[in-house]
């Protein structure tokens, strides 16, 4: 499960290419919905971070006119350093998948941004995650830093989980420490995992992000 919240700020502040995936191919409870998001990590070479940023800011417009971009930061804390993070929005997987095709035919695109920049990076993680039922993806009130909290829970699903998950969170966010954006379940990817029980938690890690100039979430 992975929890993404902003810490407010004052002090520390509040908080290339993928196999396509057809829809015929979606499991468990969460096949016939249509929205998700894809999660997208890059690892790249320590030199080259500001560059790789530095060019994607020039060229996120190419990017965006294909689809919705959710936020966009590079990681500060929490594991392997030197990478971005992103999240993408889709209608549905045809939706993606004609995403994908556009963008392979998109000379600009793979010119200006996709073909240099490849050397850049080291590797590339995908996963694609679903809203959990009882969660909207919110936008906080101000400008901060954002962190994600990945929970590896048993299987089982938000069926088995679910309830006593909410509980958590809800505990957790209304002490007013920080503002929940979303709560996500993936469903490609690593599974049973929360991004936001102790008698369901396998394990849990949290990485601090710090959101790029262009990124719609700030």
Same mark, same amino acid.
């Given at each position: 499960?992975?929890?993404?919240?902003?810490?407010?700020t004052?002090a520390l502040?509040?908080?290339?290419?993928t196999?396509?995936?057809?829809?015929?191919?979606a499991?468990?409870?969460?096949?016939?919905?249509?929205?998700?998001?894809?999660?997208?990590?890059?690892?790249?070479?320590p030199?080259?971070?500001?560059q790789?940023?530095?060019?994607?800011?020039?060229?996120?417009?190419l990017?965006?006119?294909?689809?919705?971009?959710v936020?966009y930061?590079?990681?500060?804390?929490?594991?392997?350093?030197?990478k971005?993070?992103?999240?993408?929005k889709?209608?549905?997987?045809?939706?993606?998948?004609? &995403? @994908?095709?556009a963008?392979?035919?998109?000379?600009?695109? *793979?010119?200006?941004? =996709? /073909? +240099?920049?490849?050397?850049?990076?080291?590797?590339?993680?995908?996963?694609?995650?679903y809203?959990?039922?009882?969660?909207k993806?919110?936008?906080?009130?101000?400008?901060?830093v954002?962190?994600?909290v990945?929970?590896?829970?048993?299987?089982?699903?938000?069926?088995?989980?679910?309830?006593?998950?909410?509980k958590a969170?809800?505990a957790?966010?209304?002490?007013?420490?920080?503002?929940?954006?979303?709560?996500?379940?993936?469903?490609?990817?690593?599974?049973?995992r &929360? @991004?936001?029980?102790?008698?369901y938690?396998?394990?849990? *890690?949290?990485?601090? =992000? /710090? +959101?790029?100039?262009?990124?719609?979430?700030k």
């Open positions: 499960m992975l929890v993404l919240r902003s810490r407010l004052r502040a509040a908080q290339a290419w196999p396509q995936v057809y829809s015929s191919f499991t468990g409870p969460r096949q016939s919905d249509g929205t998700f998001y894809e999660f997208r990590t890059y690892s790249l070479k030199s080259k971070m500001n790789f940023l530095e060019n994607f800011k020039k060229n996120v417009h990017r965006t006119a294909h689809s919705e971009l936020g930061w590079s990681v500060e804390f929490g594991g392997r350093v030197n971005a993070f992103h999240i993408w889709y209608d549905n997987f045809a939706h993606r998948i004609e &995403v @994908r095709k963008l392979a035919k998109d000379k600009e695109w *793979q010119e200006q941004f =996709l /073909i +240099p920049n490849l050397a850049l990076m080291d590797k590339q993680e995908s996963e694609i995650t809203l959990v039922p009882w969660c993806l919110e936008k906080p009130p101000k400008e901060g954002y962190e994600l990945t929970f590896q829970m048993k299987p089982g699903g938000p069926a088995v989980w679910g309830d006593t998950f909410k969170i809800n957790h966010v209304i002490l007013g420490y920080s503002k929940l954006v979303g709560v996500f379940h993936t469903e490609y990817g690593a599974l049973n &929360v @991004r936001e029980c102790v008698n938690l396998v394990s849990q *890690q949290n990485m601090l =992000l /710090i +959101p790029t100039s262009f990124s719609p979430l």
